[in-house]
């Protein structure tokens, strides 16, 4: 726990005020969003959301387009057929289910077509301020190869990032994590020179010395 906080600490100097890069403005935006953001870049869903949340930014506009309004849109994201097909399904549980809320609970989000561990999480993170902590393919990667969290899927991160985070650091702990191994830590050529943490790292083959 002594390497987690700091490790922490490192990266809350370099950003003491981490967030999402998705644009939205409400739970419910946030939601379709990180929905988009599947195999996609936060950078090609914020353009697809940049024109789709004026036109659509509750459910009931969003069910009001439909399918086929929705779809030009977001066709430039990838798997965007199917996308249109779980946001629509999930805009009318919302109506159904949640009188139009999205909902504040994990089982509930986890019940909304299209909507899994991880975007339950970010959105009960980012949304409603739980600490609890998102792990995608950035965290796993950074959780694995640093050796800070390491674990044979997601779920098993999520588990041990939450076992060793203190509860200080669980709120930023997902934003920290993903934005390190989306600009420091990437999969491809990772930029250890610049690394704030490159002295708690344990990968044999990072290539800077350890500071």
């Given at each position: 726990?002594?390497?987690?906080?700091?490790?922490?600490?490192?990266?809350?100097?370099?950003?003491?005020?981490?967030?999402?890069?998705?644009?939205?403005?409400?739970?419910?935006?946030?939601?379709?969003?990180?929905?988009?953001?599947?195999?996609?870049?936060?950078?090609?869903?914020?353009?697809?959301?940049?024109?789709?949340?004026?036109?659509?930014?509750?459910?009931?506009?969003?069910?009001?387009?439909?399918?086929?309004?929705?779809?030009?849109?977001?066709?430039?994201?990838?798997?965007?057929?199917?996308?249109?097909?779980?946001?629509?399904?999930?805009?009318?549980?919302?109506?159904?289910?949640?009188?139009?809320?999205?909902?504040?609970?994990?089982?509930?989000?986890?019940?909304?077509?299209?909507?899994?561990?991880?975007?339950?999480?970010?959105?009960?993170?980012?949304?409603?301020?739980?600490?609890?902590?998102?792990?995608?393919?950035?965290?796993?990667?950074?959780?694995?190869?640093?050796?800070?969290?390491?674990?044979?899927?997601?779920?098993?991160?999520?588990?041990?990032?939450?076992?060793?985070?203190?509860?200080?650091?669980?709120?930023?702990?997902?934003?920290?994590?993903?934005?390190?191994?989306?600009?420091?830590?990437?999969?491809?050529?990772p930029a250890c020179a610049a690394c704030v943490i490159a002295?708690?790292?344990?990968?044999?083959?990072?290539?800077?010395?350890?500071?």
């Amino acid at each position: 726990m002594k390497r987690a906080v700091a490790v922490y600490e490192a990266l809350k100097a370099a950003n003491p005020v981490p967030t999402t890069e998705l644009n939205y403005q409400t739970p419910f935006q946030l939601l379709v969003a990180v929905m988009l953001s599947a195999q996609a870049t936060d950078v090609s869903v914020n353009k697809a959301t940049r024109a789709l949340f004026p036109v659509a930014s509750t459910p009931e506009a969003m069910l009001s387009l439909g399918e086929a309004g929705l779809t030009p849109y977001i066709k430039s994201i990838g798997l965007y057929r199917t996308k249109a097909r779980n946001i629509i399904a999930t805009c009318r549980l919302l109506r159904e289910r949640h009188a139009g809320k999205t909902p504040e609970e994990r089982a509930a989000l986890e019940a909304l077509p299209g909507v899994g561990r991880k975007t339950a999480n970010v959105v009960l993170n980012t949304a409603f301020g739980q600490p609890v902590i998102a792990v995608d393919t950035h965290i796993f990667r950074v959780a694995n190869r640093t050796g800070l969290a390491p674990g044979k899927d997601a779920r098993a991160v999520e588990e041990e990032l939450t076992r060793i985070t203190p509860p200080a650091y669980r709120q930023n702990a997902h934003h920290w994590l993903i934005l390190h191994g989306r600009y420091v830590c990437r999969a491809r050529n990772p930029a250890c020179a610049a690394c704030v943490i490159a002295r708690f790292c344990a990968w044999p083959e990072k290539t800077a010395a350890p500071r």
